[in-house]
């Protein structure tokens, strides 16, 4: 009994040893930073959600988008912009929408190296926000 529960705990150890944090496995800050870049000349790019982005400020989204999703691959950085559903509310985004954008990070997640593995972690986390970016969150938790 002892012996099982000795090598669970070494067991989870050597997994966080072995992979690093998310947001290292996307590059760091600087490189997150990159692909966000990316991300906005491909979404820019694309007739369908350029006009979104019509009269923003692509500076300052660039840096709100890569601190929002540094907050939410490693657990040392805190998001300080604005609440996405007040952010994203009354501007007609659909699902589709939703999903071509997060098409166009996947595509800029690649085209820098990331792994599929580091992919399909933070694109799962990232789905978590479709209702609150598509204003089909209309129950709390
Ligand atoms: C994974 C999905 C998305 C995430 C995580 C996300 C996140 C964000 C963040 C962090 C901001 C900046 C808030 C601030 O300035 O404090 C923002 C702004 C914005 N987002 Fe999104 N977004 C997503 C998808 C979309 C989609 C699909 C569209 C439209 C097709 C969109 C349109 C906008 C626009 C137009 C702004 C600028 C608002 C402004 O500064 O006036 N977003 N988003």
Do not use: W
């Not at 694309?46 to 929002?68: G, I, S």
């Not at 040392?76 to 071509?100: C, M, N, P, W």
């Not at 996947?106 to 972690?121: C, E, F, M, N, R």
Request: hydrophobic residues 35%.
């Amino acid at each position: 009994m002892r012996g099982t529960v000795c090598s669970t705990v070494l067991r989870i150890n050597s997994m966080s040893e072995s992979e690093p944090d998310l947001l290292t496995q996307l590059g760091g800050t600087e490189g997150l930073r990159r692909v966000v870049d990316e991300m906005y000349v491909r979404v820019l790019a694309d007739k369908d959600l350029n006009h979104f982005f019509a009269d923003v400020e692509m500076d300052k989204l660039v840096r709100m988008q890569t601190e929002f999703m540094a907050s939410i691959t490693s657990g040392d950085i805190e998001y300080t912009g604005a609440d996405l559903t007040r952010v994203h509310k009354g501007r007609g985004i659909t699902r589709q929408h939703f999903s071509q954008f997060v098409g166009h990070f996947t595509s800029a997640l690649q085209s820098h190296g990331v792994t599929p593995h580091a992919i399909d972690q933070v694109l799962g986390k990232l789905a978590m926000y479709s209702d609150k970016i598509t204003g089909n969150a209309n129950v709390d938790g």
